[in-house]
């Protein structure tokens, strides 16, 4: 169950000018929301001016709306209708009635003409809308339109609405994933950094929870017999309280929380385990936990879970395929060179719903090898989620603060093929058409790091839209071979 993800309500006021009918407006609102089937609260008040606006926007906020759809049912009182994104405390998308009534001379209502005049009044004003591609249409063209934007207004408001909790310092051998927290603040988000020692001192406090066994029970279920370590349940079951409890105790006047945690080379001794597999626990429930205190790495999980309502995961964009890999189980079978593909990784926190039958809780190959002694059992590195990662379609994607402090972000739609990896971890083969060439002048060539954000689906559309509104200028996409990146040398 989704818990941390905003529920959107939609509501839609119609505005009119003055010098053409009302009636028209509210003859095609009308329209659009029998369109809508009930998933549209419709305000009775057109606005035609300020006072209107001021009436409309209250009635909307007390129906509960937290998100808007300006309707422009003919040219449109430019004022008004842009001040209802200042007053109102949520994101607004601002649409245009087609004509299409059989009268161009009473039915005409110009609204082509006035979201022009719309849109030039929302910069004027310094004030964010969001505009469809194409935002002009019929009802039976602007209802997809509006469903469209449900997914981008929940993440908007989820972004709103978001702290972020830190556990530690960012490790001094991944400084990837250190980045100037001012594009956070930028975002409206909050974030709260806290010591690793504070995470410990909060567990040891949870011994003895009365919860702990029904939650252990749950990971068991989850897992099935001979997944898991029986041992490990009852102190990972505490860590997963100790997060929760600290999520609820400190979110403060936010709705929302996502995590970024340190989880080497200190915590595995020091709490016993691994704490991988409670990640992915409550990354399935809308609450990432990125690793590695990757900040903008739960951000961008955070962002996913909302566009998608579905588990998200982060992954390493980790080893190349080997060519006799690709060569025996993906030539001539899928539609992918060589460098198409890639292995995505991480030690164990993708949700197992997302993962293949065979996964189970495991340990973390190379903290053992670093962190106890040769040839002795895996103990304390125990607590990972492995397997193989269930192919499907996938959404590879990141929002990032670069070292000047400028927000980027790339998006590239892909899937992990059902190919077998043969190696250890949560792991899949993933195929992005033109990876290569992504992979060197978006990803190289901007500095990103090597964390990504993996949406089991496609979502690239929604995302995009939502880091355009979030205001993010430089959004890197996967380019087909007849669109050469600006550095991209044209002789090679």
Same mark, same amino acid.
């Given at each position: ?80 209708? $842009? ?257 198409? $593909? ?79 990896? $043969? ?63 600006? $550095? ?5």
């Amino acid at each position: 169950m989704m818990s941390n993800i905003p529920e959107v309500k939609l509501g839609i006021i119609a505005v009119s000018r003055d010098c053409f009918p009302i009636a028209l407006s509210e003859k095609r609102r009308a329209a659009i929301v029998k369109q809508c089937r009930g998933g549209l609260y419709e305000c009775p008040v057109t606005v035609e001016n300020e006072k209107d606006m001021l009436k409309a926007v209250e009635d909307v906020k007390t129906a509960g709306c937290n998100a808007l759809v300006v309707f422009l049912g003919n040219f449109g009182p430019e004022t008004p209708e $842009t001040l209802i994104a200042r007053y109102f405390d949520g994101p607004c998308m601002f649409v245009a009635a087609a004509e299409g009534d059989g009268d161009l001379i009473n039915g005409r209502g110009d609204a082509y003409c006035g979201m022009l005049n719309c849109s030039y009044n929302l910069g004027m004003r310094r004030l964010k809308g969001y505009i469809p591609e194409y935002p002009v249409g019929r009802a039976g063209e602007l209802g997809p339109m509006i469903r469209d934007f449900i997914p981008i207004a929940r993440a908007i408001i989820g972004v709103k609405n978001l702290k972020i909790i830190t556990f530690g310092p960012r490790p001094q051998d991944f400084f990837a994933c250190n980045a100037p927290i001012k594009g956070l603040y930028e975002l409206g988000i909050e974030i709260e950094e806290n010591s690793e020692l504070d995470l410990l001192v909060s567990y040891k406090a949870h011994a003895g929870d009365a919860r702990i066994k029904d939650v252990c029970a749950d990971m068991a279920k989850e897992m099935g017999e001979g997944r898991y370590f029986p041992d490990l349940l009852e102190r990972m079951a505490q860590f997963e309280l100790t997060l929760l409890d600290w999520a609820e105790e400190h979110k403060g006047v936010r709705k929302y929380v996502a995590f970024a945690d340190k989880c080497w080379p200190a915590f595995p001794e020091q709490f016993g385990f691994e704490p991988c597999f409670v990640n992915s626990r409550l990354a399935s429930r809308g609450i990432p936990v990125s690793c590695e205190v990757d900040i903008y790495g739960a951000l961008s999980e955070y962002i996913g879970a909302c566009v998608s309502l579905d588990a998200v995961t982060i992954l390493d964009i980790n080893n190349s395929v080997p060519a006799e890999m690709w060569e025996s189980q993906i030539k001539d079978k899928y539609d992918y060179s060589l460098t198409d $593909t890639f292995m995505g990784f991480h030690c164990g926190n993708t949700p197992s719903c997302k993962m293949c039958a065979d996964r189970a809780v495991k340990y973390q190959l190379i903290q053992h090898r670093l962190l106890e002694p040769a040839g002795s059992e895996p103990d304390f590195t125990r607590g990972t989620l492995e397997g193989d990662i269930a192919p499907g379609e996938i959404t590879f994607f990141r929002l990032q603060c670069d070292s000047e402090g400028v927000l980027r972000s790339y998006i590239a739609e892909g899937e992990v093929l059902p190919v077998a990896t $043969t190696s250890f971890g949560g792991i899949g083969v993933f195929a992005i058409k033109e990876m290569g060439r992504f992979y060197r002048h978006v990803l190289i060539e901007k500095r990103f790091p090597h964390h990504g954000a993996v949406a089991f689906g496609h979502y690239g559309r929604a995302l995009f839209e939502v880091f355009k509104y979030l205001g993010v200028g430089d959004i890197g996409y996967n380019r087909p071979k007849s669109l050469p990146y600006p $550095t991209e040398n044209p002789f090679a």
